[in-house]
Nanobody, 121 residues
């Protein structure tokens, strides 16, 4: 039984910081964070592979950092210099395999958390 549970969302002023967490019940080759703004499609924002390599959506690169606490099996997303464009529902996702050795910002994610809302104003 796989569970992914996000926490840490909330409201923050422009320029502020938030750190999201995702508690996972299993281990996976790929884990990722997605978000969906009101009226827009869901987009992948960051991935991390079991070996530690990461990828980022261009618009968050340099501001967001994805990491894992392997001992506690918790995925994190540190978000700095937030702006209103970052507002949305943030989801944790996991996959038991990679796509040709890479963790993608879309597709092939088998498990999803319930989401946590981030509002920047």
């Amino acid at each position: 039984h796989v569970q992914l549970v996000e926490s840490g969302g909330g409201s923050v002023q422009t320029g502020g910081n938030l750190t999201l967490a995702c508690a996972a019940s299993g281990t996976f080759v790929c884990m990722a964070w997605f978000r969906q703004a009101s009226g827009k499609e869901r987009e992948g924002i960051a991935t991390i592979k079991s070996g530690g390599s990461t990828t980022y959506l261009d618009s968050v690169s340099g501001r967001f950092t994805i990491s894992k606490d392997n001992a506690k099996n918790i995925l994190y997303l540190q978000m700095d210099s937030l702006n209103p464009e970052d507002t949305g529902m943030y989801y944790c996702a996991a996959s038991p395999m990679s796509f040709f050795g890479f963790c993608r910002l879309s597709g092939s994610y088998s498990y999803w958390g319930q989401g946590t809302q981030v509002t920047v104003s």
